[in-house]
């Protein structure tokens, strides 16, 4: 999808290490996330089993939050993650996850930051408050550190460039008096509830300087005289966030219309395949009633014989649109003692056969009560019947026989027609293949469902030029119940 590729185009593109894994494997690494990680290249990590880059200690509570994310349970999104490195070290970092469509599958998107200069950093001032002034100058993040009260007791030189506010016109006033509009609000009872808990916490704020939205990151530890706080500038990610939490949607929501789309035509598509089945199966019939109202037309006489040939068309016509109308698809196979040389001949008798087109059946001893499906048996000749004689359209001969061989019945449908290429016979019984021209090739699909459904089997052989023999081996006495076809 062109969406799907500008999505990996941006994200290759980002300075933080970005990974997309399913429940296996990593699907895709930025070079960020493998210069993170110390390899040359993404192809390195890419096909690695997911979580191999966790440390092992913290895979069990990812595995966790990546399986209730799955569920659709609200989980923590934003935390921190140890990763190791190629070489055995290892990197402290900040990950932010999502669920995403990857690929049209389910996966999850990790955006990480690598923070553990960050850290050292903070555990030093933490151990000592002497240490503000050379670390917190250092740094291009905004820095202070308040009391107890919430009095800031340290301003460091970003916090200035940022807010426009001078340490002299910080410390020593407290957090209302600096930023009256503060008061009551999530941050000052976030600032509150790490003095109380005496536990760092991580808080995401959105503040306005002049026409500007700005999105800080406060991190907040608790130390012996009060708060230390580290505030970043996240604006940027967090736009970076949700432009790919934007390509997402847009990527899910252009999936949900082609699913849908899909379906639709897919309804389409079999309502049309069963549409085209059903009149090439009715096919059969109607040229029997045609040909016998033509016969009856010339001699009438033969109206008993005629009307009922027309009768057992018309029969053969409802028990198909019945089947259709119950199941949309075969019913069960309905055995029963069948003359088999009555029914080929029938077949014959039945199917237009053109002049230049000489017939012969013969069929051997101990077939008239074999069990079969007449309806069903009777389609699958009409169908090979009515093949051998389009494959003949300047004439040849059309054979069909059948046999007793052991235990089963074998038939064989032969024209000397034009015969099948070899590359079309891979796919024969396929629906929808076929080697004729305007043909629509459901006809062997059918014979080879409802050939299978009496528990036997169907085979061609054919030479190109030579003719084409068609192959149907079944049961003489069905044992198991018989299948759908």
């Not at 230390?228 to 949607?249: A, I």
């Not at 019984?429 to 459901?442: A, E, H, I, Q, R």
């Not at 014979?447 to 079944?474: D, P, Y």
Request: proline fraction near 4%; aromatic fraction near 6%.
């Amino acid at each position: 999808m062109v969406s799907e590729e500008k999505y990996r185009s941006f994200m290759d593109k980002l300075r933080d290490a970005i990974f997309v894994a399913d429940n296996k494997t990593y699907l895709y690494v930025n070079q960020a996330a493998a210069d993170l990680l110390g390899y040359e290249s993404p192809e390195e990590i890419i096909d690695l089993p997911s979580y191999s880059v966790v440390a092992p200690e913290e895979r069990k509570i990812v595995k966790q939050r990546t399986a209730a994310r799955a569920r659709g349970e609200d989980v923590l999104n934003r935390y921190e993650l140890t990763l190791l490195r190629r070489d055995g070290g290892r990197v402290l970092t900040e990950v932010n996850v999502t669920r995403i469509m990857y690929d049209g599958k389910p996966a999850s998107l990790a955006i990480h930051r690598d923070i553990t200069e960050r850290k050292k950093m903070e555990e030093q001032l933490r151990e000592s408050a002497e240490n503000y002034r050379d670390l917190a100058e250092s740094i291009s993040d905004i820095f202070f550190a308040m009391d107890k009260d919430l009095r800031y007791t340290y301003w460091n030189k970003a916090s200035e460039k940022l807010t426009g506010i001078s340490a002299k016109n910080a410390i020593g006033k407290s957090l209302t008096e600096v930023f009256p509009d503060v008061k009551g609000s999530k941050v000052e009872q976030f600032y509150l509830n790490v003095l109380k808990t005496k536990q760092h916490q991580t808080f995401i704020n959105m503040y306005r300087l002049g026409e500007i939205d700005f999105v800080f990151e406060l991190d907040a530890y608790p130390t012996k005289d009060g708060l230390s706080v580290f505030t970043k500038d996240v604006t940027e990610r967090v736009k970076m966030e949700n432009e790919l939490r934007g390509y997402m949607e847009n990527i899910e929501n252009r999936l949900e219309e082609k699913t849908k789309e899909m379906i639709e035509a897919e309804v389409m598509s079999a309502a049309g395949k069963v549409a085209i089945m059903l009149g090439h199966d009715l096919w059969g019939p109607i040229q029997a009633i045609k040909g016998n109202l033509h016969l009856l037309r010339k001699s009438p006489k033969e109206a008993e014989e005629r009307l009922k040939a027309i009768d057992d068309a018309t029969d053969r016509m409802g028990v198909m649109v019945e089947e259709l109308r119950t199941k949309i698809r075969d019913t069960q196979v309905a055995v029963q003692a069948v003359d088999l040389a009555a029914l080929a001949w029938l077949c014959l008798k039945e199917t237009p056969v053109p002049k230049g087109v000489k017939t012969q059946l013969v069929v051997g001893a101990g077939l008239d009560s074999v069990m079969l499906d007449p309806l069903k048996m009777r389609r699958v000749l009409d169908n090979l019947v009515r093949n051998a004689v389009e494959a003949m359209p300047e004439g040849g001969n059309l054979a069909i026989s059948a046999e007793r061989m052991g235990s089963e019945v074998v038939i064989k449908v032969s024209d000397t027609g034009v015969g099948i290429p070899e590359e079309a016979m891979r796919r024969l019984f396929k629906p929808f293949n076929t080697t004729k021209s305007g043909g629509l090739g459901l006809g062997l699909a059918y014979c080879k469902m409802a050939v299978e459904a009496h528990g036997g089997s169907i085979t061609a052989e054919s030479k190109v030029g030579e003719g084409t023999t068609f192959t149907v081996t079944l049961p003489l006495h069905p044992g198991a119940q018989p299948k759908n076809p």
